[in-house]
């Protein structure tokens, strides 16, 4: 009688890559934005991260536990949504906000669909809109990056900002005083200074999005483990960068000031991070490449003609609705396909 | 220059355990096992009697058929007995077992040199069909049809097949670097019966010593040359191959000969070399058996129908944790639960795995990271195939491309969520067919059945 032995089906190695080794690198990746965050506003910053880290993973073991699923917060997927979620709020939020955010993307962004891989929306850009409409007043607050010297008093609007209002400003001339038009044109020539601090993050706005330095850092990890690819950031970013230099300058088309977009507001950490998520985003190439163009679409309409100064997140929470839809359509042609 | 197709995988390729193992040359085993199908086709016809005295070379069952191949005595004896056996293909199948009477004599006519100049195609196609030969690198399928396409589909390019993707396999390799020669000439005769003027052979980069020793086999021979592939997994696929060397597309649902386009293995046309030079039958071949679950890896030259048991001891025993039988590579070798099988001429490795190596993780729900997609050599969507086997919509089972799954691997193996997506194909293949068979049975019946 021979020796008997293990059956299974083929293939019978695999590679060492699981979820846990992505989601920690993706964790990893973010350190240096983390870092930035608590540079630029204080261990304010870091109090937010770790309440929106907690209140995720709490949320998510707790749900999980009521639902009789084994423990899932290990895989750091929850950790994920935490930092993710608290890099998009401003520095000046109450303590409560991260709280109620993440509890919010994660029991209905996550656990209701069935943990994840069943969810169609990104939980943290499901938490920081479901913030944004119910509390608009804490959410659209920012304030000057003072580090740990703590906040100001006062409360500054954030570049987009700036560029928007004044833009309006310029555009509707006819309805404006000469020292308005003036103060706008000014305030917009201004802009063009802080190159430097915008790609450093040296600016007003959510405490994980401003550095672009860091965040590209992070991303260009990601990117040589092949952990996201470059069809979203890309189509993304240069989507938003076309359009903008198309239509959003005031000196007519073709003068728009792309390259502040491209470095302003939360694209940067929308398009490396969160529009590359990988259960909401497709899964064919040529879906990818339409999932950033359609992101980089809205997310430019909002940012030049719609009511926010900023259109990232709702960009990414419609594009992800549509995702079943673009991979339908977009299956690749299968090897030595003739035709169809 | 290193050609290559799109998708694939780069696992370990564990060649390092066998890799300088020259081959060993087994001794004349005491009792063979040949069952009568070993390769694709119709199976062969058993024309022996049990208690009949056979020599070396003799046809034990006949061919079946065009799209068959005779299998023969590979020792001489006696016929012992003719059952059904275990075999690889884990079904028990018919095989006539010869008990050797340790003469080894070849039978009358057989293994005499030939004069190939004098031979017409058709002699030579003969010699080819005459002694069994089926392609040695896997799939069996018999070499003198694969020679014989149709008029409509003209051949202008031979490929051989040194690539060896798999990991941990290395019969290809040591022929290459030990016996470069009988391959060389075996690709001359193939081009020569196909009519074409352009011969290539494919190794992939990790076997510099292999490519050296080709390089300087085909050095003045004209219209043979050794084309350096990148090393990537499954390279050795015929349609990867044909598209890395020669960037033809093979249609879907098509053939290499659709595109102009013949591969066979290296052994292959070493083994045609042998039977139109020398007037050999197919009667053994090199085997590789290597993994952590064998003290000593080795390349061997067994005889078909030789047992399993006695390769493994060749390589010195299972090891104290061996728990894994593998008929070929890690990545499409179908697992054994027993070694009491025959070598037949497709088996060209032996992997055993030990206790720990055969964890492959726990199954988890699907994070669309499209890994999957990204590595499917054939661009299929393989984790759209395996749910929506799951939940048996088969008409978009087909329409996604399940047929042309060539079943690699790829997938499965860089899954980060451990779904079985190889299992999944399979088993959508499987119910798909049985589908259109029951619908086919009652079509067939209705026909006989008229209405009343």
């Known amino acids: 009688m021979s020796k008997m032995f293990k059956l299974s089906v083929t293939p019978h190695i695999r590679d060492n890559t699981d979820v846990q080794k992505i989601m920690y690198s993706v964790i990893l990746a973010l350190l240096p934005a983390a870092a930035g965050a608590v540079y630029f506003f204080g261990l304010r910053a870091l109090w937010l991260i770790v309440l929106s880290i907690i209140s995720c993973a709490a949320t998510e073991a707790l749900i999980g536990k009521m639902l009789g699923k084994p423990l899932t917060i290990f895989d750091g997927s929850a950790v994920i949504t935490g930092?993710?979620?608290?890099?998009?709020?401003?520095?000046?939020?109450?303590?409560?906000?991260?709280?109620?955010?993440s509890i919010f993307g994660i029991a209905v962004g996550?656990?209701?669909f069935g943990g994840l891989g069943y969810n169609p929306v990104n939980p943290a850009i499901l938490g920081r809109i479901f913030l944004l409409i119910s509390w608009p007043i804490q959410m659209t607050t920012w304030h000057k990056p003072n580090g740990f010297t703590g906040l100001d008093a006062e409360t500054v609007a954030t570049p987009l900002a700036v560029l928007k209002q004044n833009s309006r400003i310029i555009l509707n001339r006819d309805s404006s005083t000469i020292e308005a038009f003036n103060s706008a044109t000014s305030k917009i020539a201004e802009l063009s200074d802080s190159?430097?601090?915008?790609?450093?993050?040296?600016?007003?706005?959510?405490?994980?999005?401003?550095?672009?330095?860091?965040?590209?850092?992070?991303?260009?990890?990601?990117?040589?483990?092949?952990?996201?690819?470059w069809r979203i950031?890309?189509?993304?970013?240069?989507?938003?960068?076309?359009?903008?230099?198309?239509f959003g300058g005031y000196e007519g088309y073709f003068t728009g000031p792309w390259l502040f977009h491209i470095i302003s507001g939360g694209l940067i950490i929308g398009a490396f991070f969160m529009a590359t998520d990988m259960v909401t985003s497709p899964i064919t190439f040529r879906g990818r490449i339409i999932f950033g163009i359609g992101c980089g679409i809205i997310t430019s309409v909002i940012r030049l003609w719609g009511g926010y100064p900023e259109g990232v997140s709702f960009s990414i929470l419609l594009m992800n609705i549509t995702v079943p839809i673009i991979d339908r359509y977009t299956r690749p042609r299968v090897f030595g396909k003739v035709g169809k | 220059?290193?050609?290559?197709?799109?998708?694939?995988?780069?696992?370990?390729?564990?060649?390092s355990l066998s890799n300088t193992c020259e081959i060993i040359e087994m001794p004349v085993p005491s009792i063979v096992v040949l069952p009568v199908s070993q390769h694709i086709g119709a199976p062969a016809n058993v024309v022996v009697e049990k208690g009949q005295s056979v020599k070396k070379g003799d046809i034990v069952a006949e061919a079946g058929g065009f799209v068959s191949a005779p299998v023969h005595a590979t020792v001489s004896g006696t016929v012992a007995a003719i059952e059904p056996r275990n075999t690889a293909s884990g079904r028990k199948l018919l095989c006539v077992i010869i008990e050797s009477d340790g003469e080894d004599s070849w039978s009358d006519g057989l293994n005499s040199k030939q004069d190939i100049s004098s031979l017409s195609i058709k002699e030579k196609l003969g010699l080819i069909r005459d002694a069994g030969i089926v392609g040695l690198g896997?799939?069996?399928?018999?070499?003198?049809?694969?020679?014989?396409?149709?008029?409509?589909?003209?051949?202008?390019?031979?490929?051989?097949?040194?690539?060896?993707?798999?990991?941990?396999?290395?019969?290809?390799?040591?022929?290459m670097i030990e016996r470069p020669g009988g391959i060389v000439e075996g690709l001359k005769i193939l081009m020569e019966i196909l009519d074409c003027k352009k011969g290539y052979i494919g190794i992939e980069n990790n076997k510099p010593a292999a490519i050296k020793s080709m390089q300087d086999a085909v050095k003045g021979v004209d219209g043979i040359t050794v084309e350096k592939l990148k090393v990537k997994y499954p390279q050795g696929g015929e349609k990867q191959l044909i598209y890395a060397i020669t960037k033809r597309k093979v249609p879907a649902g098509g053939l290499p000969m659709d595109v102009g386009c013949v591969v066979q293995n290296v052994g292959t046309s070493a083994a045609v070399f042998e039977a139109v030079s020398l007037k050999r039958p197919l009667l053994e071949r090199i085997v590789t058996v290597t993994g952590n679950g064998v003290a000593k890896p080795v390349n061997v030259l067994a005889r078909i129908g030789e047992s399993v048991e006695n390769l493994i001891n060749v390589a010195g025993g299972y090891s104290e944790n061996a728990a894994k039988l593998i008929m070929g590579g890690p990545m499409m070798g179908?697992?054994?639960?027993?070694?009491?099988?025959?070598?037949?001429?497709?088996?060209?490795?032996?992997?055993?795995?030990?206790?720990d190596e055969t964890d492959t993780g726990e199954q988890l729900p699907c994070i669309s990271c499209a890994r999957c997609v990204d590595v499917c050599p054939m661009r299929l969507m393989p984790s759209t195939l395996a749910t929506l086997v799951e939940y048996e919509h088969w008409d978009d089972v087909k329409d996604y491309g399940v047929f042309d799954c060539i079943e690699c691997g790829s997938c499965s193996y860089i899954c980060p969520v451990k779904r079985k997506l190889v299992e999944y194909i399979k088993f959508g293949k499987a119910s798909l067919t049985a589908i259109s068979a029951k619908e086919k049975a009652k079509e067939s019946s209705k026909e006989e059945k008229p209405e009343k």
């Open chain 1, 233 to 246: 950031p890309f189509s993304f970013v240069a989507t938003v960068g076309i359009f903008t230099w198309i």
């Open chain 2, 1 to 15: 220059m290193a050609g290559t197709f799109i998708g694939g995988v780069h696992p370990d390729d564990s060649k």
């Open chain 2, 334 to 355: 179908p697992s054994q639960f027993t070694d009491e099988i025959p070598v037949v001429k497709g088996s060209s490795c032996v992997l055993v795995m030990n206790e």
């Open chain 1, 83 to 101: 930092i993710l979620l608290a890099f998009n709020l401003p520095v000046g939020v109450p303590w409560w906000i991260p709280v109620v955010g």
């Open chain 1, 195 to 229: 190159y430097m601090d915008l790609f450093i993050g040296n600016v007003s706005g959510c405490i994980g999005e401003t550095s672009v330095l860091l965040l590209l850092i992070g991303a260009s990890f990601l990117m040589y483990k092949h952990y996201i690819g």
């Open chain 2, 138 to 175: 896997g799939a069996a399928f018999p070499t003198h049809v694969k020679l014989s396409p149709p008029e409509d589909k003209p051949i202008d390019i031979v490929i051989l097949n040194g690539v060896e993707c798999e990991p941990y396999s290395t019969c290809d390799d040591r022929m």
């Open chain 1, 110 to 112: 996550k656990m209701t």
